[in-house]
């Protein structure tokens, strides 16, 4: 079984609005599974299919230097288990598709709680970044380079043998790299609430299983076939996005036929996806392009309906 790795950041977000929602372990469990639909509809839309893929989830809270910075571990089956117990391989993942259904998800969970705003979802969503990435470019190949990402899942906070004490100023030192100079300072009581504020609650569980490895799905496949074969694995070495998948996204959002010309009105052909941002500007620049919107994106926007409320496919994914 191959193994992809997935890193979902959005601390950049949380930084911008810390004020607006908790950032503790009781709200993040419910931005993992808004995670989990997120690549469960990534999923569906390159494949046309309702998959079931192996999830082992974990959170951080912390970076390199002890510091506040929320994301997620992701160890994730290149792909799923349909309905048929056929198992679809996927041999690529798009990050830029993966972080805007994840932060469709996240959006949608917030204004349910109402813990934000439509006008700030709006406002949000014309930022050139978000805040929300991921990166799923790590793979395991192996049983033993699938331990060793595990392990890194579930690393402790820091290394003692990192550690240093300025007895003289007071001072605690904490080496996050290899040069000289990579050494995070502070005052001894910020030291012990850096640590502390890492440490979750009683009862909280920072790491979670869904999908093929849920317990629940593991005992009834366990109970139903006690002597299931393996899984009849098919290849899809180049997924691609239904042309109609992520046209028919862009007019439910915008309004507005992302396919239709606006010269002659007649449907356009894609030959190619530019997704560099420099490549992209450039063009505009030698053609000397503007952009100006018609009219703002509609009121529906950020409807539960568009943002593909988080509960949609919750019963088979259990």
């Known amino acids: 079984m ?7 950041y959005f601390d950049q977000f949380l930084a911008e609005y810390e004020g ?90 917030l204004m349910r709680e109402e813990l934000i705003s439509k006008a700030l979802v709006e406002k949000i969503a014309g930022w050139r970044h978000s805040g929300f990435s991921v990166h799923s470019q ?23 043998e990192r550690l240093s004490l300025d007895e003289r100023e007071g001072k605690v030192g904490y080496r996050y790299g290899e040069k000289p100079e990579e050494v995070e300072r502070m005052d001894y009581l910020e030291f012990i609430a850096r640590v502390t504020s890492h440490i979750p609650d009683k009862g909280q569980v920072t790491v979670r299983y869904y999908g093929l490895y849920a317990n ?13 074969h393996p899984f009849i694995i098919i290849e899809e070495e180049s997924p691609r996005i239904p042309r109609r998948g992520w046209a028919e996204m862009i007019r439910k959002v915008f309004e507005v036929d992302p396919l239709l010309c606006p010269k002659c009105g007649s449907t356009m052909k894609i030959i190619s996806f530019l997704t560099n941002y420099a490549v992209v500007d450039k063009i505009i620049k030698h053609l000397k392009l503007t952009f100006v919107a018609d009219k703002p994106p509609p009121p529906h926007l950020v409807s539960q309906k ?3 409320d988080s509960e949609t496919g919750a019963e088979y994914f259990s």
């Open 216 to 228: 629940a799905h593991r005992g009834k496949v366990r109970k139903a076939q006690p002597d299931k």
């Open 20 to 109: 607006r929602f908790e950032k503790e372990y009781g709200f993040l469990r419910p931005i993992i599974k808004a995670a989990v639909q997120a690549l469960l509809k990534y999923l569906q839309a390159t494949t046309g299919t309702e998959l079931r893929p192996g999830v082992v989830a974990s959170i951080q809270t912390f970076g390199q230097k002890i510091n506040l910075h929320v994301h997620l571990h992701f160890l994730v089956t290149e792909g799923g288990e349909d309905s048929e117990g056929r198992f679809h391989h996927l041999a690529s993942f798009q990050d830029s598709l993966l972080a805007e259904f994840f932060s469709r998800e996240v959006f949608s969970l």
């Open 2 to 8: 191959l193994y992809r790795v997935m890193f979902h």
């Open 306 to 308: 568009l943002l593909m």
């Open 138 to 160: 790590v793979r395991a190949k192996t049983r033993e380079e699938a331990e060793r990402v595990g392990k890194y899942m579930i690393r402790p906070l820091l290394s003692l």
